[in-house]
C-alpha cells in the first residue's frame, strides 16, 4: 500500500489525476443527467400526439404535463435525505431503475389518470436523481476540476433534452408515441443497473458516515478507481458522524443564512428561467416572428446554456465561482432588457440578431443558473450534501410553478412585452445578489 500519508477529509483523490475508471464513472453521471433532461421535455413533445390520439382535453393534459416537475419537485425536497443516509450509489442506481420502469410502463397505458400516476412517480425518481447524482460526481472529481466537470454535467440536461427532442421528433411520426418512452425507459433501466455495477460509494460519503470502518472501504475504493491507497484518515467528530440528514441541519446558526440566500437565489433564478423556456416562442409569435422562426429562435438558448454552464466552470478555476455566477445574471438581465426592446418592432430587426441575443441569454443566463448547483455542493459538508442541494432545487422549483402562471396573467391584464421582460429580469439581479452574498466555502 502506498502510503500518502493522513488525507483531507475530502480530498482523499489526488488533486488533478483522473483514472480511466473515473472517466467512466463520470461518463455514467453525464448519462444519467442527460437522461434527466431528457425525461423532462419527452412529454411536451408528445403531448400533441396523445391528444390527438386519446382525444384528451387541455385542462387534463395540463396535469399530465405537470405530474412529473410536480414529482420532481417533492422527491428532491423529501426523499434527498436517502442519499445523505443511506449513500449515493444506492440513490442514484436506484432512482434511475425506478424512473426507467414508470417510464417504460407507458407503453401499456390506457388513459390520462395511468399517465399522470406513471409520470408523478417517474418523477420523484428523478427529484431524487437530481439530489444525489451531482453530489456522488463531485465527490468522484478530483479538488482542481471538481466545478467544470459538475458544469459539463449539468450541461449534459440540456444536451439531453436537445438531442432527445430531435430524436422524438424524427421518430415519432414511424414508430407512434409509446416506443419513445418504452426505448427511453429501457435505456435509464440499463444506465442504472450500469451504475450499480460500476460506481463504487463515495469516499466523502464514507468517511463521514462510517467512519469507524472508512480506512478499509476507502482503500478499497481507491484501489478499485486506479487511486493511491492512504495509511490513514483524518478523525471525524461524533456529531459530524451522527448528524441528520434533514432541512433543519440546513438550519443550524452557522448555515442559515448562507441556506436561505441559496434556497431565494434557486428559486428566482427558476423564477427567470421558466419564465423564458415556456413563454419564448409565444412572445416571439406574438411579436409578429413567423412560428418556425419563433421556435428556431428559442432554440439557441439551451445551446448556448450548454457553453454557459462549461465555460463558467471553467473560469472557476481562476475567479469566485458566487461572483462569476451573479456576473452571468447581470448580463443577462441586460440581454433580457434587449430582448424586451426588440419586440416592439421585430420585423424592423435582422432575425440573426434576435437569434444572437437569444444565444447569448443562454449563455449568460441559464449558464450562470446551472451552475447554482455548484454552488450548493459547496456549502454543505458530505453528510448533508444531497439534503442541501435537494431542498435548495425542491423549494426553488416552486418558481418554476409560480413563473409560466404569473406571466399567464400579465399577459392576460395586457401589458407589454417590454414591460412583461422587465418585470421577469427583477428576479434575475435577484439572484445575482443573493449568489454575490454566498461564500462558496463549506459550512461547518
Known amino acids: 500500500m502506498a502510503d500518502t500519508g493522513a488525507a483531507p477529509m475530502q480530498e482523499v483523490l489526488h488533486d488533478s489525476k483522473l483514472t480511466p475508471m473515473q472517466w467512466l464513472i463520470l461518463t455514467l453521471g453525464m448519462l444519467a443527467s442527460m437522461i434527466e433532461g431528457f425525461d423532462i421535455v419527452v412529454i411536451a413533445y408528445a403531448s400533441p400526439a396523445i391528444s390527438a390520439d386519446w382525444g384528451i382535453p387541455a385542462e387534463k393534459m395540463g396535469l399530465v404535463l405537470s405530474a412529473g416537475v410536480f414529482g420532481m419537485t417533492l422527491g428532491a425536497m423529501f426523499l434527498s435525505w436517502i442519499a445523505d443516509r443511506y449513500g449515493r450509489r444506492m440513490a442514484v442506481s436506484g432512482s434511475l431503475i425506478v424512473a426507467g420502469i414508470t417510464t417504460s410502463a407507458i407503453m401499456v397505458s390506457h388513459t390520462a389518470t395511468d399517465l399522470i400516476i406513471l409520470r408523478a412517480v417517474a418523477g420523484l425518481a428523478l427529484g431524487l436523481l437530481v439530489a444525489s447524482l451531482t453530489p456522488l460526481m463531485g465527490e468522484f472529481s478530483p479538488a482542481r476540476h471538481r ?25 415519432i411520426e414511424t414508430l407512434g408515441w409509446k416506443p419513445i418512452f418504452l426505448y427511453a425507459g429501457l435505456l435509464t433501466i440499463v444506465v442504472g ?10 469516499i466523502a460519503f464514507t468517511i463521514k458516515r462510517h467512519p469507524e470502518i472508512a480506512l478499509d472501504k476507502v482503500n478499497k475504493t481507491l484501489k478499485f478507481i486506479g487511486q493511491p491507497q492512504v495509511a490513514s484518515l483524518p478523525p471525524v467528530s461524533e456529531g459530524e458522524s451522527a448528524e441528520k440528514a434533514a432541512v433543519t441541519s440546513l438550519l443550524t446558526p452557522s448555515r442559515r443564512n448562507t441556506t436561505l440566500l441559496a434556497w431565494a437565489a434557486f428559486f428566482t433564478g427558476f423564477v427567470v428561467v421558466y419564465f423564458i423556456s415556456s413563454w419564448m416562442p409565444q412572445v416571439l409569435t406574438n411579436a409578429g416572428l413567423p412560428q418556425q422562426q419563433a421556435i428556431q429562435g428559442t432554440a439557441a438558448i439551451p445551446f448556448g446554456s450548454i457553453i454557459g454552464t462549461m465555460m463558467m466552470g471553467y473560469l472557476a478555476k481562476r475567479y469566485a465561482l458566487n461572483k462569476i455566477i451573479a456576473a452571468g445574471f447581470v448580463l443577462g438581465t441586460l440581454c433580457i432588457f434587449a430582448v424586451g426592446g426588440m419586440t416592439n418592432s421585430i420585423n424592423a430587426i435582422p432575425y440573426a440578431a434576435i437569434w444572437i441575443m437569444l444565444f447569448l441569454i443562454g449563455i449568460t443566463l441559464m449558464g450562470a443558473f446551472s451552475n447554482l448547483y455548484n454552488i450548493a455542493l459547496a456549502i454543505y459538508p458530505a453528510q448533508v450534501r444531497s439534503t442541501g442541494l435537494g431542498w435548495a432545487a425542491g423549494l426553488g422549483r416552486a418558481g418554476a410553478v409560480i413563473s409560466p402562471l404569473l406571466a399567464g396573467v400579465l399577459m392576460g391584464l395586457g401589458l407589454s412585452m417590454p414591460v412583461l421582460f422587465v418585470i421577469f429580469a427583477v428576479p434575475a439581479l435577484a439572484a445575482a445578489v443573493c449568489t454575490w452574498m454566498i461564500t462558496p466555502k463549506e459550512l461547518p
Not at 459538475?150 to 432527445?164: D, K, P, R
Not at 450500469?194 to 460506481?199: F, G, P, Y
Open 193 to 202: 443497473i450500469a451504475s450499480q455495477l460500476v460506481i463504487p460509494e463515495s
Open 147 to 171: 466545478v467544470l466537470i459538475i458544469s459539463i454535467m449539468v450541461a449534459g440536461a440540456s444536451a439531453g433534452a436537445v438531442i432527445g427532442g430531435m430524436l422524438t421528433g424524427a421518430l
